[in-house]
Structures are given as C-alpha cells and as structure tokens.
C-alpha cells in the first residue's frame, strides 16, 4: 500500500504561480511512477504530468507543457509539480497517483494509488 497526501492548492491570480506537493508513504516510493491528474467540475479526470522513479524521464499534457515542472525527491518521498503562468482553465482539484510501472501512462486507470486531491483556483 502507498498512501499519498497533497497539498499546497490555494487561489492565485491568472499569471501567477503555485506548487503543489504530494507526500507519500508506505512501499518504497522511489520505484513508483507518480503522476499528476486533474479534475473540474462537470469534467473527466484528465492526465497533467508523470515522472519515472529516477526521476529523469518526465511527460506532459500539451495543455501545460512549457508551464508546469514536474519533480520528485525520493528522499523525502514526495514529488511536486511547479505551475507557472496559470490560467483560469488550470482551476480544477489536482490529484497525485502512483503507479507500479515501468512505463508512463497518461489513463487514470492504470494508477494504483491516489490522494484526496488538493484544490486549485486560477482567477481571471
């Protein structure tokens, strides 16, 4: 079992910037792929980014490529994702997962594990 716990959503203004984190205990975390996810209202669940255990292999959204960074400390278990120039259209609850693979995949149902999701208001 993983569990994993965000935080770090808030309200920030169109442009601005915000990081969220996901803590994580229980199996090793470092061989996990974890990823980002979002979801608003009225709309699917939707990939963000994903990052390999090494941390050297990462894959965006095209809607947030360029403006989100993820990362990961395998030390301290937790993996961040860094937004910058948001936008009204990135409000939506951000959810962490985590996934035993060895291959990156973008579909919410191939992730084993997820958090309670931290929210995350852009506005206009």
């Known amino acids: 079992q993983v569990q994993l716990v965000e935080s770090g959503g808030g309200l920030v203004q169109a442009g601005g910037s915000l990081r969220v984190s996901c803590a994580a205990s229980g199996r090793t975390f470092s061989r996990y792929i974890m990823g980002w996810f979002r979801q608003a209202p009225g709309k699917e669940r939707e990939f963000v980014a994903a990052?390999?255990?090494?941390?050297?292999?990462?894959y965006y959204a095209d809607s947030v490529k360029g403006r989100f960074v993820i990362s990961r400390d395998n030390a301290e278990n937790t993996v961040y994702l860094q937004m910058s120039t948001l936008k009204p259209e990135d409000t939506a609850v951000y959810y962490c997962a985590a996934e035993a693979s060895f291959t990156i995949h973008t579909r919410a149902t191939a992730y084993d594990y997820w958090g309670q999701g931290t929210q995350v208001t852009v506005s206009s």
């Open positions: 990052i390999k255990w090494s941390g050297g292999s990462t």
